[in-house]
Structure formats: C-alpha cells, structure tokens
Nanobody
C-alpha cells in the first residue's frame, strides 16, 4: 500500500489550499483516513480524521477552518483561512485491518 500526498505549497496568510491523498496497492477500503502535520521542532499532531464509524474529527487548532473529506481511498483536506502557524509538513495516513500506513508528506508554507 502506498499513499501519495499532494497539494502543498506556498500561500499567503488568509489563503486556501486543498491537499489530496491517493492510495495505491489496495482495493480494500480503508477504515479510517487522516491528516497529520509536523512543524519544525514540534511533534506530529492530528489535523483531521474521517471514518465511516466515527465520522470526522479535528484538532482543536482547526477552529472550523479545515474540512476533511474522502472518496473511497482518496482523502482531501480543504484548508481555508490559513495562518503562518499552519506551516508544516502534512502527512496523510490510512488504516486497513488495524495497520496504519503513512504517506511521504507535503509541505505547506504560509507566509505572513
């Protein structure tokens, strides 16, 4: 199973980006997909998760600015009202049969 994240880039504060995470190597639908981020010098943290059982969940810092969605084994993260503190490498993850897979990460840089 491979996860490919894309959509990162440089954006000004207040702008928007949409990240995508596509999977290959499996036809089994993941039970859960999620986005995490890791800023320089900080621990990786959950941004948003989505599953058929639990619905959607978001980190407290999201404050209604981001929306996670998915279409089968492709996950999206629509990010609006971006702030400089959202600058980080964003990773997608997916769970299948209790095993978590990780993508390679996509860099989001928000300039002030």
């Amino acid at each position: 199973v491979q996860l490919q994240a894309s959509g990162g880039g440089l954006v000004q504060a207040g702008g928007s980006l949409k990240l995508s995470c596509s999977a290959s190597g499996t036809v089994v639908i993941f039970s859960r997909m999620a986005w995490y981020r890791q800023a320089q010098g900080k621990q990786r943290e959950l941004v948003a998760g989505i599953s058929s059982e639990d619905g959607t969940s978001y980190g407290d810092f999201v404050e209604g600015r981001f929306t996670i969605s998915r279409d089968k084994n492709t996950a999206y993260l629509q990010m609006n009202s971006l702030k400089p503190e959202d600058t980080a490498v964003y990773y997608c993850s997916a769970v299948r049969f209790g095993v978590t897979y990780w993508g390679q990460g996509t860099l989001v840089t928000v300039s002030s």
